[in-house]
Nanobody, 129 residues
Framework: QVQLLESGGGLVQAGESLTLSCEVS??????????MAWFRQAPGKEREFVAA????????CHSDSVKGRYTISRDSAKTTVYLQVDSLEPEDTAVYYC????????????????????WGQGTQVTVSS
């Protein structure tokens, strides 16, 4: 069973930065065969798409609300996906979830929660004003 473990969250002030990590373990396929993504869920709100990276890292995509401030990347040697978050705002406060999907397609960024079969437990990011 594939496992995803997020880390790097915390309490920060507005304008600061964080690097979130998601380590994938117990995988039985080539890690580059996975499309990966980050979602977030604020209290009382639905889980929303933040960023995704396609199989083979051919493409990345980011939601409009974070474009220019967040950057998704992956290190295949470490089977880890990162989310660099800069210029944090109080509205970014949420639990951030890592997600993975085994896919044969390398030319697409999956942005729906239903696209992903594997999920981590989440890491809390709290931004104070």
């Amino acid at each position: 069973q594939v496992q995803l473990l997020e880390s790097g969250g915390g309490l920060v002030q507005a304008g600061e930065s964080l690097t979130l990590s998601c380590e994938v373990s117990r995988w039985t396929f080539d890690f580059t065969s996975f499309a990966m993504a980050w979602f977030r869920q604020a209290p009382g709100k639905e889980r929303e798409f933040v960023a995704a990276i396609s199989r083979g890292s051919t493409y990345t995509c980011h939601s409009d609300s974070v474009k220019g401030r967040y950057t998704i990347s992956r290190d295949s040697a470490k089977t880890t996906v990162y989310l660099q978050v800069d210029s944090l705002e109080p509205e970014d406060t949420a639990v951030y979830y890592c997600a993975g999907a085994l896919t044969p397609y390398s030319g697409y960024c999956y942005q729906r929660t239903s696209d992903y079969a594997y999920w981590g437990q989440g890491t809390q990011v709290t931004v104070s004003s």
